[in-house]
Each structure stands twice: as C-alpha cells, then as structure tokens.
C-alpha cells in the first residue's frame, strides 16, 4: 500500500489557521474514504513506547498459569488478562465464528473521575484493571504510553474538528473524561491449522471516537475492506501510529466519515520463520454520559440523521459484551 495516506501531526500544530483549514480537508477527504490513516509527527517518545512494549513483549513470554494470575475474573469483566480464544469480535457484527486466535491484556481508565456515581459507569468502564506482579515494571511503563495515548488521541480529535469544519475545541468538552482502553495483542505462534473460518481477530469495526494502533514492525494480517468490495493489506509505517475511525464518529457525522470494517488475518510465516505478531490499541472513548447524535454540519438541507442518539457508555459496555465467549 504505497499509497497509504500518511498525516504529519507536527506540521498541524505548528501550521497557522489557513494551512490548518486545509490539511483538516485533506484528513476529512481520507475519513471519508477509508476510516484508516497513518500519524507522524506524534511526539510521543520512542523511550515510553519501548517501556510498555517491551513489558508486554515480557508479559506474554511468561508461562500460561504465571498470566492467568491477572485473568479478568469473569467473563465480561473488561480488564485484565484474556487468553487464547476468550472472544469473537466478528460476533459484535452478528457473525457467528470461532473465538480469535489471540491474548490480550487489557486496562482502563487511571482514574475515576471525582463524583461518579453510575453503577454501571464504575462496574464496567471503571472497573479497577488486574495488574500483574511481573515482570517488574509493567504497570508504571503501562501507564506511560496510556497517558501518551490519552494526549495524543484529544490533539488527533483537534484535528478532527477542523476536518468537520468545527471550532478546534468543539470535541474537548466531550473528551475531558474519557473512558478510553489499552489493550496490548499477542497473537501466537500458530503450531496447528485454524479451524474453518477461525482468524485472529475476525471482521469488525471498532467503537469509539477513534483508534491508535501500533503494529509490530515488519508484521502484516490486518486488512481493511474498501468501499470496492476487497480486503486490503494495512501496511505497518515506521515511526507512525494507525489510526482509525470507530462507530461512534461514524454516527457524529451521519456516515460521512468511514468507520472502516478491519481484521487480522492468519499470515505466511516472516522471513524468520515467526508468525508471532504483536500490537497495541488504544481504543479513545468519549465520556461516559455524553450523548453522541449526529452534528448538524453533517447534516445536508432537509436529510435527517441515520442513526438515533446513543450514550458513549452504554453503547461501549453492549458491544463489549456481544464479543465475549461465555464462561
């Protein structure tokens, strides 16, 4: 995919009102075709990203009984290790296939925010995250790159607004206390053929404001589906992060801009002979409470939204739910 757009964030931030106008429509011309891009420019140290990577690099190397000490303690429950096989993520888009050839561990929010007082807000977005006790050092380099994820995803929202043809600020009052996640992938060395149908990470759209993904390096499998019909190669970019459209924006801009259809698929082996392959997603949601309806700059003369209002909360915890493999 040479022609894989790519977004330099610095040149935004250092650019003057007009220029900013302009690179805005060139991210509202790639939002509205694929959904998926590619940030340089991100700022975020290459030391932070190496701590949390490396961590979970470690994290996953440990025996199977050593990481389901810090298993998610139900099924449903958000937080904490997955292992193999514990979901489906084709299911949130009512397909029924086998659970993905994957692990994960996953964490929320650092924080709850003061006053919170909805049960389901604190059952499940804010749900305390099941640490592990090795290797040493995991959380503090885990919530690094969070809180670099976190500042990164609301300047990518700037962006956005300008994109929209919206104060720069617009989204700031919706995304000062987001329920965002982290989840960092290990899709395993495939010793045995998948079962019919079985992926590692079957076809589904993501459901928030927007994705940062951080593939392996020289890794491939995850494809997008194109407004032609066909699944396409994501390539990962050295030195970028993918970004990529959830539903829930979809839904702010009435289907102008493209949450995208995306999986991972089971690759040929690399020139190594691995087919390991791991990743981090940070999945930025939008406040708990705040309702996302469509914004009426998206909204042509006399056309009416496609989609009812929904509450970021709620709509996460649902899909979140559909995907998981019964106890």
Known sequence: MSDFPIFDLSRFEKAGHDER????????????QTGFLAIRGHGVPQEVIDGAWFKARAFFDLPADEKQKARAPFAGYPY??????SEALAKSK???TPPDLKESFNGGPLAVPAGLDDRQALDFCY????WPTAPDGFRPAWEAYYRAMEDLAARIMRVFAVA???DEDFFAPTIDKPISALRALNYPQQPVPPKPGQLRAGAHTDYGSLTILLPEAGSGGLEIFTPEGNWRAVPPVAGAFVINIGDLM???????????LHRVVNPAPRADGSTRRQSFAFFHQPNWHQEIACLPSC??????PTYEPV???PYLMGKFQSTVKAA
């Open 80 to 85: 904490g290790y997955l292992g193999p096989e």
């Open 311 to 313: 509450r970021s909360g």
């Open 164 to 166: 929209l043809k919206l």
């Open 127 to 130: 749900a305390p995250t099941i």
């Open 21 to 32: 106008v302009l690179l805005g429509a060139e991210v509202d011309d790639i939002c509205r």
């Open 250 to 260: 979809a839904l702010w801009t009435n289907d102008r801009w493209v949450s995208t």
């Open 299 to 304: 909204l042509s003369p006399g056309e009416t």
């Open 94 to 96: 009512g397909q029924d």
